[in-house]
């Protein structure tokens, strides 16, 4: 899984930083073979055809999609106030804000462009940014509880309520209209759900509501936006580069469904909306099987000089991404030159290589691109802390130290060359700041010890009342117990990977070994999300 601002609850069992191989079909090469000049490229120079995720979007909303596959459709077809520096993970660039300026790092000043629109026709503006991130706390759902708790919206009032409110909205309502919404977070939902589901800027009871100066956002002026932090935090603008910060069209939202507090938009989740990005969404398969991106012929950015390269508009007309297909379908669909992107786990990569279609023309460098370590992701496994009975640490200290790193490595080796290498999660190491700023430094990676591992597990069975048999018939734990009930491990792919399926086959035999029993359970990623 790749990296995002995602926050997680659990207790991280590995990290594994993988180094991406890229696999890239030569899109124009001119080559000359016995004197006649051969061209390499597509079979459809205006297409670009991606088979490289192995599973679907969870939804096509950014204020509702929460997983990986959301990623190459939300980058390019929805735009944040600012965007994240390909170049540099730790830096922004100019998005939708032309300049931004904060004295404090707990208020955020964004000026915005006054040319933006989205693909539908609809201008952008301060408005439009305060409507976006309103409905994307009010919904509920991952991406702005996840990434605005405490920052947007208070954690107390939204655990004792059940509502995600910006903070201040109430008693905005209550200071414009003199509805008592202060201390009344389901009548503050309520009104705030149906001004943002009959949204209109020009009425003047709702403008005055958006510019009350004491709440979480302020309109303060057509092209002049505030952020009013609960705390101070110095990366809150990389926080909202990403796709929970998008802005959204109020007016498609308007006309398809509206919002609803704790509630994710159906309609929009499954077609998605006009955005003000390169693409637009042209169609959607069954079940997310097939999305179909098209250049944005009103793209604001088409004519406009001097735009960073994460703005440029379009250069290939069509994007056609097939998700979840088949390993032998993703060998085929590159070899034959129909795909451009791919992925296949790393013992395949000689096979992929020799029955290119373009063997005999190009080198194995011309085909695979290696990335370095910054556009690599983590593989791990999360346990809940929460609930029985991974909330036992010295059960989560008996599993790390079961499951043997360096067998979950060699999967990665091809050529003599290691792919990938045990990280101190849950951040990669390409992110050095923030392990400075979480003081985990000074940590070790875990170690494969049995001997350790079954000395936590013991402890952790009289903790927990349980215990477990090990293939030798010795118990482990609190004899007068209950047997420890199968842990499951949930994955959000209905086509495991080669190496994915290897991968948990190594963990379950690990923790077979030591008597913890497991089961493999197949699930949509809105379940992890939940």
């Given at each position: ?32 073979v ?15 055809i ?8 969870d939804?096509?909303d ?10 190459v ?7 944040q106030?600012?965007?994240?520096n390909?170049s540099?993970?730790?830096q922004?660039?100019p ?11 707990q ?16 201008k952008?503006?301060a ?18 509880v996840?990434?605005y ?5 208070n954690?107390?009032?939204y ?9 201040g909205v ?16 389901n ?14 800027a ?5 403008l ?18 505030q ?17 929970w910060?998008?802005?959204q069209?109020p007016?498609?939202i308007?006309?398809?469904?509206g919002v609803?507090?704790?509630t994710?938009n ?16 042209k169609?959607?398969?069954?079940s997310?099987s097939?999305?179909?991106?098209v250049?944005?012929?009103n ?11 994460e703005?440029?508009?379009a ?20 070899d034959?030159?129909f795909?451009?992107l791919s ?15 373009y ?7 011309q ?14 496994i999360?346990?809940?802390t ?15 130290h079961?499951?043997n790193?360096?067998?979950?490595l060699?999967l ?5 060359t ?5 990280a ?13 700023v ?30 477990v ?9 609190n004899?007068k ?20 399926e290897?991968e948990?086959q190594?963990?379950q035999?690990?923790l077979?070994?030591?008597?913890i ?14």
């Amino acid at each position: 899984m790749k990296y995002s601002s995602k926050k997680f609850l659990g207790f991280l069992l590995t990290s594994v930083t993988l180094f991406t191989i890229l696999l890239v079909s030569i899109s124009a090469v001119s080559t000359i073979v016995h004197s006649q000049t051969i061209i390499i490229q597509p079979k459809n120079s205006s297409e670009l055809i991606d088979v490289a995720w192995t599973y679907p979007p969870d939804a096509l909303d950014p204020a509702t999609g929460f997983c990986d596959p959301d990623q190459v459709i939300f980058n390019v077809v929805y735009q944040q106030l600012v965007e994240p520096n390909v170049s540099n993970p730790l830096q922004v660039v100019p998005g939708l804000a032309y300049n931004w300026t904060t004295t404090n790092y707990q208020n955020w000043t964004f000026y915005l462009r006054n040319n933006a629109y989205f693909s539908d026709g609809v201008k952008i503006n301060a408005t439009t940014v305060w409507f976006s991130f309103y409905r994307t706390i009010l919904m509920g759902q991952g991406p702005g509880v996840n990434n605005y708790i405490n920052l947007l919206f208070n954690s107390t009032q939204y655990e004792d309520t059940g509502f995600a409110l910006p903070w201040g909205v109430g008693n905005a309502i209550e200071n414009v209209t003199g509805l008592p919404t202060s201390n009344n977070a389901n009548l503050t939902a309520t009104i705030l759900a149906s001004i943002l589901s009959h949204f209109n800027a020009n009425n003047q009871t709702i403008l005055k509501i958006m510019e009350y100066p004491y709440q979480a956002v302020v309109v303060k002026g057509p092209y002049e936006v505030q952020f009013n932090l609960l705390h101070p935090y110095r990366y809150f603008i990389l926080d909202i580069a990403y796709w929970w910060g998008a802005i959204q069209d109020p007016v498609f939202i308007d006309e398809h469904g509206g919002v609803q507090a704790n509630t994710p938009n159906s309609y929009i989740d499954e077609y998605g909306m006009p955005g003000s990005g390169p693409y637009m969404i042209k169609s959607v398969g069954s079940s997310y099987s097939t999305v179909v991106l098209v250049k944005n012929p009103n793209y604001w950015g088409n004519n406009v000089t001097g735009l960073p390269p994460e703005l440029q508009p379009a250069h290939i007309p069509v994007v056609i991404i097939y998700y979840g297909l088949s390993h032998e379908t993703r060998l085929e669909d590159f070899d034959n030159n129909f795909a451009q992107l791919s992925y296949v786990s790393p013992q395949y990569l000689g096979y992929l290589y020799n029955n290119y279609v373009y063997k005999q023309y190009v080198s194995f460098n011309q085909v695979f691109y290696l990335a370095n370590e910054i556009q690599g992701c983590i593989d791990y496994i999360g346990m809940n802390t929460q609930v029985y009975p991974t909330n036992i640490t010295a059960l989560r200290l008996a599993i790390v130290h079961a499951i043997n790193y360096t067998a979950l490595l060699d999967l990665y080796e091809f050529n003599g060359t290691l792919l990938a290498r045990e990280a101190l999660g849950p951040i990669p190491s390409t992110y050095p700041i923030y392990y400075k700023v979480l003081n985990i430094t000074h940590l070790s990676l875990y170690s494969y010890n049995i001997s350790l591992a079954l000395h936590y597990l013991n402890e952790a069975g009289y903790e927990g009342d349980f215990y477990v048999t090990l293939p030798n018939g010795t118990i482990i734990g609190n004899p007068k117990g209950n047997p420890l009930p199968t842990l499951d491990i949930y994955i959000t792919v209905s086509r495991p990977t080669a190496i994915l399926e290897e991968e948990l086959q190594i963990i379950q035999e690990d923790l077979e070994k030591i008597g913890i029993p497991t089961a493999i359970k197949s699930v949509l990623p809105s379940v992890i999300d939940s």
